[in-house]
């Protein structure tokens, strides 16, 4: 992970955040993955066992995955009503 940490003695121990997001960016980009900012998530279905993800997104638009991570903290019973009162 090169430039996410500082080693110079005056600065042992401290953590750069913002390199350590730019570091993810670029490896989940140089391995294919396509990211989208600012895309809110109304729906997910999966119409059979083992086939890909749909997401609705709340202008309508459709996306296909693979893999679905739900990384929403607090807000994900908005996509999975069944973790409502959680
Ligand atoms: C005021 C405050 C100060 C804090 N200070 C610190 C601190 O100093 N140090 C520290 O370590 N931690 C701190 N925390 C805690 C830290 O912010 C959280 O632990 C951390 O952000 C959780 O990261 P996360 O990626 O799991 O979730 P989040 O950062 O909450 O990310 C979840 C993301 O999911 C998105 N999302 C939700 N629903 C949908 C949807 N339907 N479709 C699309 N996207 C969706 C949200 O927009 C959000 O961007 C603080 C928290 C708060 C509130």
């Known amino acids: 992970m090169e430039g996410a940490l500082e080693y110079d003695a005056r600065f042992v ?4 955040p913002a390199k350590f997001v730019h ?4 490896s989940a980009q140089n391995n294919g ?3 989208r900012n600012g895309v809110h998530i109304k729906r997910v279905e999966r119409l059979a066992i083992g ?3 749909t997401a ?3 202008s309508g638009e459709k996306i296909t995955a693979k893999i679905i991570v739900y990384a929403t903290n607090g ?3 908005g996509i999975l009503p069944e973790l409502k009162g959680a």
């Open 13 to 16: 121990g401290q953590f750069w």
């Open 56 to 58: 609705w997104t709340e």
């Open 75 to 77: 807000y994900t019973a």
């Open 23 to 26: 570091y993810l960016i670029q």
């Open 33 to 35: 993955v396509l990211l």
């Open 51 to 53: 086939g890909p993800f």
